[in-house]
């Protein structure tokens, strides 16, 4: 559902499931959620999970 839209905002051709850049995106941005939510769980007093997905978001956006 989501890859067709991921692979049009990468200039992707939407129709080619064959191209693995949309799933690598949104694997990548799963990934992140799994981690932010992994820190604000395992800390007593966490900060606001916005803040943790962000850092955690902050560690991917220099792999463009």
Known sequence: MLR????????????????PRGVAVIGAALGCVEAALTSWTATPRPQALSAILDRAMSAAAPLR
């Open 4 to 19: 067709p839209e991921i692979a049009r905002r990468l200039g992707a051709d939407p129709a080619d499931a064959s191209d």
